[in-house]
């Protein structure tokens, strides 16, 4: 990755909040790497380098600053929207997979040797799939350092170290300090209650519209799974390792987080999960300019800055909402959603009255869904994840409360999860995925399209042939034609799932 030097040292100068991520500012002179924000003294240019990644920065023998925490930074909008290898490398390895599968299940993940993926992001990103892994792992542990009360030892394996001593010898190389000094220097600040309770800051870059993301989420929540409730968002996550709840407060520069896990190496993915849900990644600067330059959406821009794509933290959910959002209102599909979450398990030998309206609850499923945790795990919030591929698969046809065509498209979809005919992870290559889901009956363009926005984060998606996307069009003085909307929409790109967005809220 190429970083010019006059623009990164400008950015450093005037302590511009947004470049935060983007690249890091090591200073050969006091032997730190820092934020583009960071509050203290410009270094002199000839003191400087700049770093496409932390990692990059801790391969030439800096250290984190302890002001500016620069491993706690908003991550990279480049990565969090390339579709290229290192983008779906970089975003598999913050989910944790290079834990989990070593480099050669990241590899396979992404059809490369490891050799030649070794190559790539050291080019890149200035450092290798193990340096990169390793800087989130020492990131992880300063988390659980500072918000709970484990053992060193606990806190060694749940971040990912192989030893105590790789742990120990790690954070002092990257924070020039013992574990044991981290936790002092918290002070008197007490951990969550609760074991497996943890309280932590998930950066963005401003402005954030809050307000619109909590709108999102609260017109589609579903029972069990996911509320918004005095201003924040509470969801239940299936995860690699277990189950967990996550409670999200919008603030100023940040999101509270409050993550309860059934186990504590699933931190990483959670929070890689809860921020691209929340797109935290994005950098609305560039967005916001790109789009106030069309006329028509100006005032828009003006009146709601930072307006986010509501993404996903598990892509078969999302598939399955999009399947059966095909053609009906938002409040019919939270219906058959409903019924679908709430359905027996096919053991049960009596009747259970799924009116809606006045549902009660079926008996959890005990089957495992693609990842770790049970559906009927409920966390103490009383949320679960969403339902997974096997437990679909496993309802019987009253289950569904839909029409056959459309039971069966989920069933197919499901089996194709299953298989690993179609994958619906985070660093899936986005047409090889769209090309798998429009080879599956009953599934065309925009449940296609609409994955692509929301589950594996294309920012380009203009969702022309949605209704609501067509009446927010008409509202704001734009051609409703699909054919047309598409034609004037290429002023927008690469933006234009934001547009959809924008859209949507005019409707």
């Not at 999009?322 to 938002?330: D, F, N, R, W």
């Not at 699909?482 to 809220?505: F, I, K, N, Q, V």
């Amino acid at each position: 990755m190429e970083l010019d030097f006059e623009r990164c040292y400008r950015a450093v100068d005037s302590r511009d909040q947004r470049f935060d991520g983007w690249f890091y500012t090591g200073v050969t002179s006091t032997g730190i790497y820092c934020r583009p924000s960071c509050p203290a003294i410009t270094p002199k240019r000839q003191n400087v380098r700049f770093f496409p990644s932390a990692a990059a920065a801790q391969g030439v023998g800096l250290r984190a600053c302890r002001r500016c925490r620069p491993d706690a930074a908003p991550g990279s909008p480049l990565w969090d929207v390339r579709a290229d290898v290192v983008g779906r490398a970089m975003r598999l390895i913050a989910d944790g997979v290079v834990d989990r599968d070593g480099v050669p299940g990241l590899a396979s993940r992404l059809g490369y040797t490891e050799r030649h993926l070794h190559r790539m992001l050291s080019a890149e990103m200035g450092a290798g799939p193990l340096a990169l892994a390793r800087a989130q792992r020492a990131q992880t542990a300063r988390i659980l350092i500072e918000t709970t009360d484990l053992g060193m030892a606990e806190i060694a394996f749940a971040a990912g170290f192989g030893s105590v001593r790789q742990f120990n010898d790690t954070l002092r190389e990257v924070y020039a300090s013992a574990p044991s000094d981290l936790r002092t220097a918290r002070g008197g600040q007490r951990a969550p209650a609760g074991a497996g309770t943890l309280a932590l800051r998930l950066a963005y870059r401003p402005p954030l519209h809050a307000q619109a993301l909590l709108d999102f989420f609260a017109v589609r929540a579903l029972p069990g799974v996911d509320e918004v409730r005095d201003g924040t968002y509470h969801r239940g996550l299936r995860l690699p390792h277990g189950t967990g709840e996550v409670a999200l407060t919008p603030a100023t520069g940040h999101v509270a987080a409050t993550l309860r896990l059934t186990d504590l190496r699933d931190l990483a993915p959670a929070v890689a999960r809860c921020r691209r849900l929340l797109d935290l990644d994005a950098d609305p600067a560039a967005i916001d300019a790109t789009l106030a330059a069309d006329p028509a959406l100006a005032p828009a821009v003006a009146a709601e800055p930072g307006i986010r794509v509501p993404r996903a933290v598990d892509g078969f959910e999302m598939a399955v909402r999009a399947v059966i959002g095909q053609q009906v209102s938002v409040a019919s599909a939270q219906k058959t959603l409903t019924r679908l979450l709430t359905a027996p398990t096919p053991d049960h030998d009596h009747e259970v009255d799924l009116a809606i309206g006045d549902q009660t609850p079926g008996q959890p499923h005990d089957q495992r869904g693609a990842e770790g945790g049970r559906r009927g795990d409920v966390g103490a919030g009383g949320l679960r994840g969403f339902l997974g591929a096997e437990e679909l698969l496993s309802l019987p046809d009253s289950g569904f409360g839909m029409p056959v065509g459309r039971r069966e498209t989920l069933r197919g979809l499901a089996r194709a999860v299953v298989d690993g005919s179609v994958d619906l992870a985070a660093g899936v290559d986005r047409e090889e995925a769209v090309r798998g889901l429009l080879a599956l009956p009953g599934i065309g363009p925009w449940t296609a399209n609409y994955l692509a926005m929301r589950a594996f984060g294309d920012p380009d998606i203009l969702l022309s042939t949605d209704l609501a996307v067509r009446r927010g069009a008409a509202a704001l003085g734009l051609p409703d034609n699909p054919t047309t909307l598409d034609r004037y929409a290429d002023r927008w790109r690469p933006w234009r799932s934001y547009a959809t967005m924008r859209l949507w809220r005019a409707a």
